[in-house]
């Protein structure tokens, strides 16, 4: 159990908290939400111990332990593998000791302590969690040195999930992921036993995988129950916006009908439609309390072109000559696609939006764009090249210059204030933006001469809710192409209408929704798990002439236990997804989940020995 009396922290002048009063009982999930600079990292660097509070307590229950992703990972060559083993303190001494001990009595109570924390299937359990983060098998005995800092981070979210602590924080653990590697953490933390708070702008994660809400407000700590679309119901149902927000969903509802309507009869785009129906099911009020709240978008409508805008003709492409990272690439973009592109990290996504936005061109084959096409690009890295000395009304009006020759005070400031920046905000310098400021501007740029195509790789970075709500409200009223990357589900799920998988060097048509992908993604994670092993048994216990036939008694028996696991796992993953089902008494959660974890081990051993059987 966590307890927080009467906390109090200041920064200078500035109170971030005052008298804050919360209990958080064991196996709480718990979401801290608030706006960008309310104070949810500093309770957590408070509750860790990296901060000292100015009045108050914090306080723990005796033998529990705490845990959080460590931002400062040592630099060193060990192998990922046992960059996350170490991470378990306890077990790494306990080894080192193993290793030194001459008292056989001792010895004897190491390994003991040693089994009774599983050590045993320690290596198995860290190489779950980094394949699951999106690390291949052969990678997990490369030296962490070798790896750049978003990976490393993976590392260190490996190595805080790794430890199971009794409370564990994570701080924008998606940060760093991407798209498949979060629906891989979701369902982690979905059986992750026991109490758990997390600072997050993905509105699907904080959905799916917490029980409470922590909201940092105006210095106040306020504790409610219930996912964040509970608590965004409850919060503008408390402030009387009820009709006011109804009406506002009922303008979205209808743009989405819309599309429903025009291609639920299209065998090509029957799913899309369907996707946006699930989507339509999923709306509430709490869209239209969240878009009433954000910083508004407003991306300038296109005039119509012919379509295709774009056709790739059979076309290799990459960075070094012969080397081409997407081959034989033939795809067309009409005018109204909403298009979102899916893959794991390194895959080709970003080389895709390159090619299409003539800022790579191919090795073989041809594209070939209309002429009046004109497009935007928002890339990420493109905040580093803003000039943090100017202004963004110094930079609008230098854009007006180029493209116009000039421009009134007036239409720069317009162009602006469609994206948030107030005369203030305008003439601040670039440097002292925040992140989402700067990605708003981007987006002001990109827009600013009405492009038939806006090409996102990952927009979402820097924006909090509010201004992710905001994005998919302007991406929606927009009336011309779209080809998004984006880590974040909601906003994939909808904006786009086609779904292109890039994968081995392809591109093509994913046939089903973000749900189909999930189950699709998570099972080739248990695929790639499952090679790894059967290459490393096969490595390890290669066949001579002596070794023995393959029994088949034996494989049909591990197989029907492997089935029956199966089938208890997914009944419990049913269950445990149910609305109610955190709503039944702590206890009875308890026991479910250990249940699931207990499946789980089972299955991973049946597994490896299924695999040892069809070696030999």
Same mark, same amino acid.
């Given at each position: ?9 200041? #920064? ?8 804050g009063n919360i209990c958080v009982m064991d196996g709480w999930r718990v979401g801290v939400i608030g706006h960008n600079g309310a104070g949810k990292s500093t309770l957590f660097k408070l509750i860790s111990g990296d901060l000292q509070a100015d009045g108050g307590a914090i306080s723990i229950s005796a033998g529990q ?17 046992? @960059? ?38 320690? /290596? ?20 962490? *040195? ?18 199971? /602590? ?50 940092? %407000? ?68 709490? %869209? ?9 978008? @407003? ?11 774009? *056709? ?11 080397? /081409?990272? +997407? ?9 109204? %696609?909403? #298009? ?38 928002? *890339? ?30 007036? +239409? ?25 400021e700067k990605a708003r501007l981007l987006f002001a740029f990109m827009s600013f001469d009405a492009p038939h195509l806006l090409l996102l790789d990952e927009p979402t970075n820097h924006l909090d809710i509010d201004a992710r709500e905001a994005l998919v409200q302007a991406l929606n009223a927009y009336e011309g192409a779209?080809?998004?990357? *984006? ?9 786009? %209408? ?15 929704? +973000? ?24 490595? #390890? ?43 039944? /008494? ?31």
């Open positions: 159990m966590l307890n927080i009396t009467d906390l109090s922290y200041q #920064i200078g002048p500035r109170t971030i908290i005052e008298n332990n705490m845990g959080m992703v460590r931002q400062d990972m040592p630099e060193t060559d060990e192998p990922l593998l046992n @960059v996350v083993l170490a991470a378990n303190e306890e077990m790494a001494n306990l080894w080192h000791r193993a290793a030194t001990e001459e008292d056989g009595n001792k010895i004897a109570e190491i390994y003991q302590r040693l089994d009774d924390i599983g050590a045993y299937s320690a /290596p198995a359990k860290a190489s779950m969690l980094l394949t699951g983060l999106g690390f291949k098998e052969e990678e997990l005995q490369m030296p962490f *040195s070798s790896f750049s800092g978003g990976w490393r981070m993976r590392v260190a979210l490996a190595a805080a999930l790794f430890v199971e /602590p009794e409370i564990l924080l994570l701080d924008e653990p998606t940060n760093h992921l991407d798209l498949e590697a979060i629906m891989w953490l979701e369902t982690y933390l979905l059986d992750y036993r026991h109490t758990l708070m997390i600072i997050s702008h993905d509105r699907e994660l904080l959905n799916k995988c917490i029980d409470h809400v922590i909201h940092v %407000d105006k210095m106040q700590l306020t504790l409610s129950t219930g996912n964040y679309d509970t608590f965004e119901r409850e919060r503008a149902l408390a402030a009387g916006l009820q009709q006011k927000m109804h009406e506002k969903q009922m303008a979205a509802r209808e743009h989405m009908q819309a599309f429903v309507d025009r291609f639920k009869a299209q065998a090509s785009k029957a799913r899309q439609a369907q996707s946006r129906m699930k989507a339509l099911e999923k709306m509430d009020i709490v %869209d239209a309390v969240i878009a009433d709240r954000a910083v508004r978008f @407003v991306f300038p409508n296109p005039q119509q072109i012919a379509s295709p805008m774009i *056709s790739i003709n059979h076309a290799n492409v990459g960075y070094n000559e012969g080397t /081409p990272i +997407l081959k034989n690439i033939h795809r067309n973009i009409d005018n109204d %696609d909403r #298009i979102a592109l899916l893959g794991a990290n390194g895959e080709g996504k970003s080389t895709l939006m390159k090619l299409i936005a003539d800022r790579l061109g191919v090795m073989e084959g041809e594209v070939t764009r209309s002429k009046k096409l004109k497009i935007g690009y928002f *890339s990420q890295h493109q905040t580093e090249e803003l000039d943090v000395e100017s202004t963004p009304y110094h930079e609008m009006f230098a854009l007006f210059q180029k493209k116009n020759g000039g421009a009134a005070e007036h +239409l720069v400031r317009a162009k602006l204030g469609a994206f948030g920046f107030s005369r203030d905000l305008a003439d601040n310098k670039i440097g002292a933006l925040s992140g989402g779209i080809v998004i990357v *984006s880590h974040d589900p909601n906003m994939v799920e909808r904006v786009a %209408d086609r779904l292109w998988l890039i994968k081995d060097g392809a591109c093509q048509d994913f046939e089903g929704d +973000l749900d189909d992908y999930r189950k699709f993604t998570i099972q080739a994670r248990r695929d790639q798990r499952k090679e790894g092993k059967k290459k490393k048994n096969k490595k #390890i216990n290669a066949p001579d002439e002596q070794s023995p036939v393959k029994n088949p008694q034996i494989i049909a028996k591990l197989e029907k236990k492997i089935t029956k696991l199966e089938t208890q796992k997914i009944k419990l993953e049913t269950m445990m997804s149910a609305e109610d089902f955190y709503k039944k /008494p702590q206890n009875e959660i308890t026991k479910e989940q250990d249940n699931y974890k207990k499946i789980i081990e089972e299955l991973e051993a049946l597994e490896t020995e299924w695999l040892n059987a069809q070696n030999n």
